[in-house]
């Protein structure tokens, strides 16, 4: 849809300041979310019907009527000016506000995203699932993105995404490329990915794995010779995969277990830590790929073994997260307090980077 006049000077204010996020929030003015922090905009403040107005402003018939049957929605907005806006829009006290993030109309390279050099090897994988994980806001749609635009650039393929909403725009390279946006182009990630499997697809991005049906369906695509490339909201290698196993009944355990050993690649958690000098954010990762103690782990239930795998596996490229955020505190990228606030297992990390740091702690980075 057109963006109105009222919306516009928001998304000029937000691409001047280079704000990650925008809140519509009643009682406040725009805010915006620049290098981690909350910023009002210098702006009289915004009361519930404006709020409710910039929302219903940036839906169409149909999305307006998911709104008001959910209560909430994530869609995609496109403005001439200002390119493309990632919505989310919800209820507070019966009245709309929502959250704004724009879009890169760039695929950064992996050197400049931080992305470890395995993610690569990854997507030229011929079939399984693989799947980036972390908090919301962490990266894990750019990295998807990465990830796309590689296999795009290097095999004549067919990749079919669903996405909610689609963020980036890919242009067709050697690869023929078809993107669903939830709401838009299709109702349900399950139901999609079911019609998605008669497209003759050879790569199938879900843009979050987020109920049974969908995680079910994405496992038989792995299985059957696709390569799956899906998001989760979990916060490391091993909590993944005991949330996929665990959201299905009992009676099923066994036969994920036994499909997830089989098919799954590899887990790249991450998330985004702010830097020393607070201008921007660093990605921290951790990276699993899965060998044959791996499998086994996963075969027998063991799940919490992984990060043993994980730790004698560094020469493969697998890492923990404590590892990049040490790795991270030693170049001076990130400080202190952010290397423990992020951390796993912070009094761990703390210990080793009192042993092996031979200065004390850099508060002042």
Request: proline share 5%; with cysteine; aromatic share 6%.
């Amino acid at each position: 849809m057109a963006t109105t006049a009222e919306v516009q000077r928001i998304l000029s204010l937000a691409r001047r300041s280079d704000a990650s996020d925008i809140h519509i929030v009643a009682g406040l003015p725009p805010l915006f979310r620049i290098n981690g922090e909350i910023i009002l905009a210098d702006s009289p403040p915004l009361n519930r019907e404006d709020t409710k107005r910039l929302c219903y402003d940036l839906l169409n018939e149909e999305q307006q009527k998911v709104f008001e049957r959910d209560w909430q929605i994530c869609c995609s907005v496109y403005d001439d000016k200002f390119g493309r806006f990632r919505v989310s829009i919800y209820y507070r006290t019966n009245n709309p506000e929502m959250a704004l993030r724009p879009v890169t109309d760039q695929i950064k390279t992996r050197q400049e995203l931080h992305l470890p050099p395995q993610i690569e090897d990854l997507t030229r994988l011929a079939g399984g699932l693989v799947l980036v994980t972390g908090p919301t806001g962490s990266g894990k749609t750019t990295t998807m993105n990465y990830m796309i635009d590689l296999i795009n650039s290097e095999r004549r393929c067919k990749i079919i995404t669903i996405e909610d909403p689609v963020e980036f725009v890919h242009a067709q390279k050697k690869a023929v490329i078809i993107q669903q946006e939830l709401y838009t182009d299709v109702r349900s990630f399950a139901a999609a990915l079911i019609h998605v499997l008669r497209q003759d697809p050879d790569v199938i991005c879900i843009g979050e794995m987020r109920d049974l049906d969908t995680t079910a369906t994405a496992l038989m695509a792995a299985e059957t010779g696709h390569l799956v490339i899906a998001t989760c909201h979990t916060p490391n290698t091993f909590q993944t995969i005991e949330r996929i196993v665990s959201i299905f009944p009992d009676s099923q355990q066994p036969q994920i277990v036994t499909q997830l050993a089989n098919s799954l690649k590899g887990v790249m958690a991450q998330r985004l830590v702010p830097s020393a000098d607070k201008k921007r954010r660093v990605l921290a990762t951790e990276m699993l790929l899965m060998n044959a103690p791996a499998r086994r782990h996963v075969r027998e239930n063991e799940f919490h073994q992984l990060v043993n795998v994980i730790q004698v596996g560094r020469r493969q490229g697998m890492h923990l997260m404590d590892d990049c955020l040490f790795d991270l505190y030693q170049a001076g990228e990130i400080t202190y307090e952010a290397a423990l606030t992020n951390s796993n297992d912070p009094n761990q990390l703390k210990q080793r980077m009192h042993e092996e740091s031979p200065s004390t702690p850099r508060d002042d980075y």
